[in-house]
Each structure stands twice: as structure tokens, then as C-alpha cells.
């Protein structure tokens, strides 16, 4: 969707790149193109390297690029290993014997392959770079691979053909027809009636067998360390698009195998979600894994490490601490696991020892890691940041972190803001925690414009992580507060069940608790204040302001208000069913969730509307029918649609873009002439 600026909304743009080109020591929204996005490190087998994966913008393209980097353990030799604008390389894994890395890559595998049939596949290279070669041909691609321990073969999870073999493309794209329950998805789109199953790939040849037909799909490969099996993630049962009862299943790697059933927890054991693989242990004996709630909990309940003997089935919690843990590795002796462990506002590598429980942190303070790598001979990298460092790698020693090299050196001569950890007390006594950035100027006793962070989830929550919008905000002159409510995660199952089947009360008076806390430490101003967020918080946005007129602007990303539309047209039908009930058969949950779409004409906040054009996680309907609502009545909006973009938006041009107006708009009204800094 093309809109014109106006001109007032154009002379702030104006204005804030002229304040950027003056003081080039703050984060400006042109810095977001600058980020680079550290991802997937992979330790080598004898811990001597690690290979990870880096996202940059590439401007020519207007795209994000992914390339492979390597260092040494010892934080020598960084070298990036794939230097192609024109395709992404990701999911870097060793070879046993160290000398080849295999990865995923959209590149071309000759000069005559026609952009649309360029797919992704697994690809391999020597260890130090160079010349890489095709491995896998698989007509829909690869999603996901690991090595066999003897390096001969891959485990990879693959969807099947859109085509019979043979067949002749078609001109036009086939109809979509699909008879399932979940028929949509936002990373693989309209699923039809193809599944994804899990193949065997032979290294040299490129051959592959196909290990798991059906009407079922399946994720997370992990092959044992003796070579005898494969484990891996799959939901069954008459229509598994029905339930979130994931199980692990291993199978022998060979033509005609029969596979087992391993979890029988009737709830979900290793959701995807969480890009967790099922982890063998050195002995191929057991597995650790994560097991959530029941079904009816769907994203409330906390994720649990389990481990399983492989041999009887007989499954334990070994530490039911109440916290979600997630990326789980071994220890090399077995009698500990690495994970990551969520807390209060962090998440920190830590240790389970599997005796007794004890959960011993490895990284410490205001931090959030995101994942982690153990080598054989027991070294160890995480990747992880905290408020004024985006995400880098370090090698865990005893007694500190080693960093790995810095791809965001640049950062260092920005002025940045840091967080600080409030606590206070809503008005029926529940303590509640947020975060606060204060303007890069801050004066003592100067109340300030404060826009308020609501975050999605709804099971998520605000941590001491880099986060570029915020700092940009803060170099701006905003304060930004970020409130934790019930529903967060970090603070156990109660806390976050709290908002069950009810959203847009209990969360949002405690959004609302924390601006009145702001307001009264006299730093908030309370008549320049603003209010946004993405996904569910804009849904919460929208619910605060059809409540409550103290906002004087909102932004309100990829959300809706009015959840009777959500039903069929997001990707959501079965979460809403065991949350909610069904529309037709609870009307009164389905009328108090679209509280704001029914009960618009309350709503006086000048609100921005965004989203992404093919998002199916919460399509556009969402903020077209609030952007309607507030058009009809009159009350000041704007919808912006971002051309080809799913929930995340990608494009680096539509990131400036998108903060640039979020700038603007919060400037527009909360930022008068005379108003003060």
C-alpha cells in the first residue's frame, strides 16, 4: 500500500535526520541497517573452532544476507567463509573428523539454473573455506539436517514433491486445495497436502531415502552418537493439526525401518517452537528434552527439562523449577546438561546436574543468552547480550567470559541507553517488575515524553537485551518504559496463566500500574504520553486504549482487536478453540477478546496501524478493521502495509522505514511546539 506523506509528517523526518547528521553519537533509525545479527554457533567435535552464522543488510539487494564466519576457541583467525550477495548460507554443522562444514544455502548450483528453481539444499565445503558442492537435490528443498556420526550420511527433513516426478511445470501456480485444520502457516504458508518428513541422505552421491511417509509431519532430527538411530519430533493421532501433543520417535537409518514412539506424556513433549533438538546423551542411552503443559495450557505452561531412557521409555523432570529451559546439550561425561534458563527479566546458560537438581548459573547479571554449543572434549560458547550489546559469542571459562570478536564494534561510539529494573505494586497487591530507558539527556526532576513498550507473547517478556527501537527513542528524548504483566513468562506458571481466556484486564492494569508508577517518580509526563507494541502487544495496545484516553498517540503492529476476524484467517484456530472455546459456542470470551473492535467508538488515541501484507501468524485483516473503525470515526490514524512481508518484517528498508514513522508519529503528538525536550 502506497501512502503520501504529509507534509507536517515529512518535516519531522526531515527534522530527525537533520538531528542525526548533528550528533552521529546517537543510535539513529538509519543505524538499524548497520546491525549485524549473530546467530547458530557450532563448536568442532574437538572444540579447537567455532562456526556460526552472521545477518547483515545488503543494500544493493535490499535484503538480509547471511553468511558463515569461523574463529578459533582461543578467539583467533575470525574469518568469514562465505562471501555470496546473492544467496544465504545458515545451519553450519561440523563434520565428526572436522575437516568439512555442511550448510543450508538458496545459492544456485550452476550458472544456467533459473532463479525459480533455485531451492534450498544442504550444501558442504572444506572446514577453511573455499569451492562448496551440492549435496542434497530434494525438488522441495531441505528445512533441516544434521551429520551421522561416521559423516556418510545426513538426517534431513524435507517437504514433499508439489509435483509427481516427471511432471511438467506448470504455467500458473496450482489451485491451493486443502482439506486440513491448520491450513496455514506463516513460514511454510498454504500447507495443502504436503508434509515434511525425514530422509536419509548419502553424502557422496546425493541419494535419498525417504524414512517416514504420511499424513504427519516431522522436525528435529538428531541422530544417537553409535550411528544406530535417529530421534525426532512429530505429532500423530486421527488429526494431529488438532492437538500440540508432540512426541519423540527414533528410527533405525535404513530402507523400511519401523519406528518407535518414545514420550507418551499427554501434553507436548519438544514443541519446535523452541528450535530445541532432541539431545542424546554420549552413550546413546537417554535423551533430554523439553516437556511443556497439557494441551489447554498451550504456551502457558513453562518448558521443563525431561530425560528419557531410551531403552524402557521411563521418563523424569530432574529439575521442575518452575522456569522454561530451553537449547539443551550434554555435558561429555552425562552427568550434567547445559540449557538455558529463563529468570526475572534475564536468561542465563546454566547447569543441571542430573543427581541432584542443582541448577548452577554459568553466565551472571543483566544478560540474555539466546543459544550455545558444547564440544566433545566439554568447552563451551553462548551467545548472548544484555542492554547496550547486541548479541555476540564468548567462550564460558571458570571464572568469565571470553569474548569471540565483536561484529558490532561500530557501537562503541554510540551513546547508548541502559536499562533499569523497576519494581512496584499494582492496586490489588501483585508485584510487578519492568524495565526503564531514560532519555539520553536526562536531566534529574525533568518529566519527559514516555512511550510505553507493550510486548508480544502473550507468554513473554521484556529482558536486559539490546533492543534497537528503544535506544533509538531514548536518543530521541523519549523515556521508554516496558512493563512485565501478568501473562509474562519469567516468573513461573501462575504468573503467566493469570491472563488465561481473560486478555486485555489483568495485564493491562498492570501496564497501566506501571505508568502511574513513572508518572509519580515524576519522569513520565502525563500529558505527552504514548503507547505501542507488535503482535500481542498491539493486541493489548488496542485492548489499553478503547479502556483508557490518558494516551495521547499509539502504534499498533501486526495486531487486532476485534478476534472474531482472527478466527480462519490466522494460523491460531486451534490455540483459540482450547483457550477460548469456539466462536459460536462462547460468545462471551470471544465478545470480551474483541472488546476493542466492538467498543471502538471509546477509543479517542490517534493510533498508527501496521503489518506485514502475507503475514499469517496476525494478518493484516487485523489492523485494517481497527483502522477502519477509528477512519469512520474520526479519530486520527493511519494504516501502513509493508509490501510481501510476513510477522517479522525483514526488508531493511521497511525496518528504517517503520521506525522512522513510528518517530514521526509519536513526535506529531507528543512533542508539540513549546512542549519541552
Known amino acids: 500500500m502506497n501512502r503520501t506523506l504529509s507534509l507536517g509528517l515529512l518535516a519531522l523526518l526531515v527534522a530527525g535526520s537533520a538531528l542525526a547528521r548533528a550528533d552521529d553519537t546517537r543510535f539513529s533509525a538509519a543505524d538499524l541497517g548497520r546491525l549485524a545479527d549473530v546467530s547458530e554457533p557450532a563448536l568442532s567435535r574437538d572444540g579447537a573452532f567455532v562456526v556460526y552464522t552472521v545477518t547483515t543488510a545488503n543494500p544493493d539487494r535490499d535484503q538480509p544476507q547471511s553468511d558463515l564466519w569461523r574463529v578459533r576457541y582461543d578467539g583467533r583467525e575470525r574469518t568469514q567463509l562465505t562471501h555470496t ?56 528443498g531441505v528445512e533441516d539436517f544434521v551429520w551421522s ?28 486445495v486443502t482439506d486440513r485444520f491448520q491450513f496455514k502457516d506463516d513460514d511454510s504458508g498454504w500447507l495443502g497436502r504436503r508434509h515434511k518428513h525425514l530422509h536419509i541422505v548419502d553424502v557422496a552421491s546425493g541419494k535419498a531415502i525417504l524414512l517416514t511417509p504420511g499424513v504427519h509431519d516431522e522436525q528435529l532430527p538428531a541422530w544417537s552418537p553409535d550411528g544406530k538411530l535417529i530421534a525426532y519430533v512429530t505429532k500423530r493421532g486421527a488429526d494431529p493439526d488438532r492437538h500440540l501433543n508432540y512426541d519423540i520417535y527414533v528410527i533405525a537409518p535404513h530402507a523400511g525401518a519401523s519406528e518407535r514412539q518414545l514420550t507418551r506424556f499427554p501434553g507436548s513433549d519438544l514443541d519446535p517452537y ?42 523424569t523432570l530432574p529439575a521442575p523449577i518452575d522456569r522454561c529451559l530451553t537449547k539443551v546439550h550434554w555435558s561429555p561425561d552425562g552427568r550434567s546438561v547445559y540449557a538455558l534458563v529463563e529468570q526475572r527479566q534475564v536468561t542465563l546458560l546454566s547447569r543441571i546436574d542430573l543427581r541432584s537438581g542443582k541448577v548452577s548459573e554459568l553466565t551472571h547479571g543483566d544478560r ?10 566439554g568447552r563451551i560458547v553462548v551467545l548472548g547480550g544484555d542492554d547496550t550489546h547486541p548479541y555476540a559469542l564468548a567462550a564460558v571459562e571458570p571464572d568469565r567470559l571470553r569474548p569471540l570478536g565483536n561484529h558490532n564494534a561500530w557501537l562503541r561510539d554510540k551513546r547508548l541507553a541502559a536499562s533499569e529494573t523497576l519494581h512496584f505494586v499494582n492496586p490489588d497487591g501483585t508485584a510487578i517488575d ?28 521484556f529482558s536486559h537485551e539490546f533492543m534497537p527501537d528503544w535506544q533509538v527513542y531514548a536518543a530521541h528524548g523519549y523515556a521508554v518504559l516496558a512493563v512485565n504483566p501478568r501473562g509474562s513468562s519469567g516468573r513461573g506458571f501462575d504468573f503467566a496463566r493469570a491472563i488465561y481466556a481473560d486478555w486485555g484486564h489483568k495485564d493491562m492494569q498492570d501496564v497501566l500500574a506501571g505508568v502511574d508508577h513513572v508518572v509519580a517518580k515524576g519522569l513520565a509526563d502525563p500529558a505527552r504520553l504514548g503507547i505501542g507494541g507488535w503482535s500481542y502487544g498491539a493486541i493489548l495496545t488496542d485492548a489499553i486504549i478503547a479502556r483508557d484516553t490518558r494516551f495521547k498517540a499509539a502504534i499498533s503492529g501486526a495486531g487486532s482487536g476485534n478476534m472474531y476476524g482472527m478466527y480462519g484467517d490466522d494460523e491460531y484456530a486451534r490455540e483459540y478453540e482450547l483457550e477460548l472455546g469456539t466462536p459460536w459456542g462462547n460468545r462471551e470470551a470471544w465478545d470480551r477478546a474483541s472488546y ?33 473503525a477509528l477512519r469512520s470515526l474520526k479519530v486520527p490514524t493511519e494504516l501502513v502495509v509493508y509490501p510481501g512481508q510476513h510477522h517479522g518484517i525483514t526488508v531493511p528498508s521497511y525496518l528504517r522505514d517503520r521506525m522512522q514513522r513510528n518517530l514521526a508519529w509519536y513526535d506529531r503528538f507528543l512533542k508539540p511546539a513549546g512542549s519541552g525536550p
Open 85 to 140: 550477495p546473492d544467496s544465504d548460507e545458515s545451519h553450519p554443522q561440523w563434520s565428526a573428523d572436522g575437516r568439512s562444514i555442511a550448510f543450508l544455502s538458496d545459492r544456485k548450483r550452476d550458472a544456467e539454473q533459473a532463479d525459480d528453481e533455485t531451492k534450498t539444499q544442504v550444501w558442504l565445503m572444506p572446514a577453511d573455506g573455499g569451492e562448496a558442492r551440492q549435496v542434497t537435490d530434494l525438488p522441495s
Open 149 to 176: 556420526p561416521d559423516g556418510t550420511q545426513l538426517a534431513v527433513i524435507a517437504f514433499d514433491p508439489e509435483q509427481p516426478p516427471g511432471a511438467k511445470k506448470p504455467k500458473n501456480s496450482p489451485p491451493i
Open 274 to 315: 523452541w528450535e530445541t533438538r532432541p539431545a542424546w546423551s554420549p552413550d546413546s542411552t537417554r535423551i533430554a528434552y523439553l516437556q511443556g503443559g497439557e494441551d489447554k495450557w498451550i504456551y502457558y505452561a513453562p518448558w521443563q527439562l525431561a530425560v528419557i531412557d531410551v531403552a524402557s521409555g521411563n521418563a
Open 368 to 377: 540474555f543468552d539466546v543459544d550455545l554449543d558444547v564440544s566433545a572434549n
Open 434 to 461: 519492568a524495565l526503564l530507558v531514560k532519555p539520553l539527556d536526562y536531566v534529574p526532576g525533568q518529566r519527559y515524553p514516555t512511550i510505553v513498550r507493550v510486548h508480544g507473547g502473550p507468554v513473554y517478556q
Open 596 to 628: 476493542p473492535f466492538l467498543h471502538a467508538d471509546r477509543i479517542t488515541t490517534p493510533t498508527l496501524f501496521q503489518c506485514g501484507e502475507r503475514d499469517f501468524n496476525v494478518p493484516c485483516i487485523g489492523a485494517e478493521q481497527m483502522y477502519q
